[in-house]
Structure formats: C-alpha cells, structure tokens
C-alpha cells in the first residue's frame, strides 16, 4: 500500500467518524487530453466494494464528475441502497450532469463551499446524426433541449400548437437538416430523462408532490436555458433538492480528500505526449490514473499505461479516410501506445 493511499485511509476514516456514515468514493477526472466520464463499467467495481462494507444504516458516496452515462445513475444509486438505509452524496467540488442525477437518488447532499451541480439535459450520439465537418469519422451530437428549443422557437414566430400544417412545415425543415432516426432517439432521450429524474427523487423521503417533483425536473432540464450553468449549493437547495451545507470542519475535509486524488490524477496539468517526451531520447514509459472507486483498504483506478516514442514527421498511421491537415503533418513528432486501458485493481 502507498503512502498516498494510506493518507487517504487516514481521511477516509476521519470523515466516517464525523458523519458516522462509510464511505466509497468516485471520482472520474477531467484532466484535459485524459478526460473520463460515468460509465456502466463502474457498477461491478462498487459491488467489490459495497460486499466488503456488508448492510449498514449509512453509506455516503464522496463524488466528483464532469457527467457521462445518464443510464448509470439509475443503477447504480439502486445498488447501493441495497447495502444500506440511508444514501448521502458528498459533494467537495463538482457532481455535474450525470453526477447530478446521483445526487437526485440520494436521502441527501452534503456539499462543500466549492460544490457544482449542473442542469441535466443530456446530448444523444448515434450512428444517424450528421457527420461532424471537422472529422468526417465521427459524429456531432445533438442536444435534447436545443431540439425542444427549436420548436418553442417556431412558436414565438407564431407558430401555434394547433396549426398542423405550419408545424408540418418546421418538423420537415428540420428533418431535411437532421436524419428522422436522430429526432426519434432525441424525443425517447427527452421522456427517459425526465422519467428518470422524476424516478430518482422518489427513491427517498422526504416524499414530494407530483407538482413539487416536475417543477424540479422541469428547472434541471429546461429551466436553466443552459448545459454549463453551474448550480451552487445554495442554488440547489433553492430549487427543492435536499442539500445540507457542509460546515467549515466538514467542507476542509472533503476539500483535502479531493485534493489528495486531484493531485495523483494530475487532473491540473493536461496531458500533452510530447512535452512529456522533451529532452528523452529513448520512448518513455507512462502511467495515468483517470477514474477512481475507492473505500478504506480497497482500490480500483481506471489506469492508461504505455509508450511515448519519436517518430519521423508525417509517418503515424491514422484510420482509413483520416489524414492530418498539411500544416500540422510536420509538427507531429511522437507516437502514444497504450498497452492498458481499463480498470486495474490496485488493492
């Protein structure tokens, strides 16, 4: 076991006895170029976790996220309840979009002065939306709400509800820009998510009215007019969620915790391949942290290990169709392997 790990242990039990809760910690980083999201993969990784920790009255769930998988949250809320009575999310810094549905699921929020929650209007990528101009391999995605935004629009144009062919007229405007099978899995995206938010706050007391429950779906998917609006505490608890402000004590605790993590993943320093491999002559061997679930004794990091080498300009093999602009063919210098990609266990 390491010293950073050991530290933690230390924290991770200081926080235990304060709240009188056990913890498991997720975090998935955001360190520019090794970015990482809420993923599916995570869920037997926690179940490692929750059978060491065995049925107790509370487990709080240390998070920190950009977003990812708006179908993880449902599951893996529900998981944990499983090994426990009560659910807190702690939330030192930020829980956005699919972190904010966790927070939904849980019988409360504890959040730090530095807390984020984010609205939770997801975007839909699949194989029918159209081809993005700057990578013809991949594909743009579509936001939900700019969808919904589009046909309010048409509205304040004078389009009413009731004018068929008018309507008829925006919907095939639309779809002559966007393939029909995008807008279908776009409309399936804007119910599921309102079903699951709505899902998630009746997962716990307090119990809330049918009105008090879509008024708060309805502020955290259209209400906020924008994906990156950054939601405080304070904001939070306003809109009808079950935050509790963390005290002084409490706030430094998490805010070291997170920090000890921010500084083994590195997450203030982007990954760049070929600074790392100034000044080496011979290929350079890396390692990065990118996600973590983590409770006392017990590890797992989704890890990236490989090789930086030198290359001669203009002979690294890209996909079929792909080729870099001319401008930059000669810049290019390194060559980035990666031998491991995945969730390792470190203890």
Not at 147 to 173: H, M, P, S, W, Y
Not at 174 to 202: C, F, M
Not at 224 to 231: K, P
């Amino acid at each position: 076991m390491s010293t950073q790990e050991s530290t933690r242990d230390g924290l991770l039990r200081d926080i235990e006895q304060r709240l009188k809760t056990r913890i498991i910690t997720y975090l998935t980083g955001d360190r520019p170029g090794l970015e990482a999201q809420v993923s599916a993969d995570v869920i037997p990784k926690f179940r490692r976790h929750l059978e060491a920790i065995g049925e107790v009255d509370s487990i709080s769930l240390f998070l920190y996220t950009r977003g990812g998988d708006t179908n993880v949250p449902w599951r893996l809320v529900n998981l944990i309840r499983e090994y426990c009575t009560k659910l807190t999310v702690l939330v030192p810094f930020r829980a956005h979009s699919s972190g904010t549905l966790i927070c939904m699921g849980a019988d409360e929020v504890v959040a730090g002065k530095m807390s984020e929650l984010t609205s939770i209007d997801p975007s839909v990528a699949n194989p029918f939306n159209p081809p993005d101009p700057a990578n013809p391999m991949a594909r743009v995605p579509i936001s939900v709400e700019d969808v919904n935004a589009f046909k309010e629009l048409a509205r304040r144009f004078g389009i009413k509800e009731d004018d068929t062919q008018r309507n008829g007229d925006v919907f095939l405007a639309l779809a002559s820009k966007v393939e029909p099978l995008a807008l279908g899995n776009v409309e399936r995206t804007h119910r599921q998510i309102r079903k699951l938010a709505s899902d998630l706050l009746k997962l716990h007391p307090p119990e809330l009215a049918e009105e008090k429950i879509n008024e708060i779906v309805e502020m955290l998917t259209v209400g906020l007019y924008s994906h990156f609006h950054i939601i405080s505490r304070k904001e939070a608890k306003q809109i009808g969620l079950n935050v509790q402000l963390a005290n002084n004590e409490i706030d430094n605790l998490l805010w070291k915790l997170f920090s000890d993590y921010s500084d083994e993943m590195e997450l203030g320093a982007p990954f760049n391949a070929a600074q790392l491999l100034t000044g080496q002559t011979s290929p350079l061997r890396v390692s990065a942290k990118r996600a973590f679930v983590e409770s006392v004794g017990k590890t797992d990091a989704f890890v990236n290990e490989g090789t930086i080498s030198r290359v001669q300009p203009g002979t690294i093999q890209l996909p079929p169709g792909m080729q870099l602009p001319p401008q930059f063919q000669a810049q290019v210098q390194v060559a980035l392997q990666w031998e491991l990609e995945g969730w390792k266990v470190i203890r």
